[in-house]
């Protein structure tokens, strides 16, 4: 299975791409995950212009809610000999509600490793498996699977302040070959690193993501190493690595949280 058969995206047209909000990539507030939509502009863009993403940001302006058909349609606007400048928007019964800017291509130039290093952590196995909450029903964090690394589990807030470092494993079951797709939906989940500074359980709404692909290797489990930067006015920001088993940085990935303490059931 790959990134677009998970978001059910189809092609209806030049330029013009679909998919239905199942409960597969929904938040547990009932509308589309912002990494799926981020994913779903970065695979049209794609496919559409025939060139690897290489950087991509979402800005959120509405929701897509459960059951809802989201068209996207792209914009190839300037075509150079290298980097293609292109924007996705989505519409929701013709209301725009997720716009994506994106630069895709490829050069020459490649340092022999990367400039930051991944944290030292157990492996996905060795980890123990984050227990999602019956009361967010199904959505994007049971149709994928999450092994806390760093930082502690929801079950473990209990007021006291932590680090703002965290990292969690995360892999789509059955997808083993990552993409720029896969990975703009593993970078969403810098929002859930809100809850460990802070050592109380959150909930957030994305006001944009930003993917930037390094390189792309085969690699089941993907690490998220999210470091939080801070939070002020409601509002937190922070950003993630995203490394493969092997230790091979993949991509970074950032975005601004609107925050909130969670105030539902704990289990």
Not at 7 to 14: A, H, I, N, P, Y
Not at 135 to 153: D, K, N, P, V, W
Request: aromatic share 8%.
């Amino acid at each position: 299975m790959d990134v677009k058969q998970f978001l059910g995206l189809q092609q209806v047209g030049k330029g013009h791409w679909r998919l239905e909000v199942d409960e597969r990539l929904i938040t547990p507030g009932q509308f589309l995950f912002g990494g799926c939509g981020l994913a779903a502009g970065v695979v049209a863009l794609e496919e559409d212009s025939g060139r690897p993403c290489i950087w991509a940001t979402a800005h959120y302006l509405s929701y897509a809610p459960t059951h809802a058909t989201v068209d996207v349609f792209t914009t190839l606007a300037v075509v150079g000999g290298n980097v293609t400048q292109a924007r996705a928007t989505a519409m929701v019964d013709g209301k725009e509600i997720l716009t994506i800017n994106a630069a895709l291509g490829r050069g020459s130039l490649t340092a022999d490793e990367p400039w930051t290093q991944m944290p030292d952590v157990p492996g996905p196995m060795d980890c123990p498996p984050r227990i999602i909450p019956a009361a967010y029903g199904q959505s994007i964090f049971t149709s994928t699977e999450t092994r806390t690394a760093l930082g502690r589990t929801m079950e473990q807030m209990d007021g006291t302040k932590g680090s703002p470092n965290t990292a969690l494993w995360a892999r789509v079951p059955g997808h083993l070959e990552p993409s720029a797709g896969t990975l703009a939906i593993f970078g969403d989940y810098v929002s859930g690193g809100v809850a460990n500074p802070l050592g109380q359980r959150t909930m957030g709404r994305s006001l944009d993501n930003t993917i930037r692909v390094v390189t792309l290797e085969p690699t089941e489990w993907v690490l998220c190493d999210i470091r939080m930067h801070a939070l002020s006015g409601g509002f937190a920001q922070g950003t993630a690595f995203l490394w493969s088993e092997r230790g091979t940085l993949l991509a970074t990935a950032s975005q601004t949280i609107a925050a909130k303490i969670w105030d539902g059931p704990r289990s």
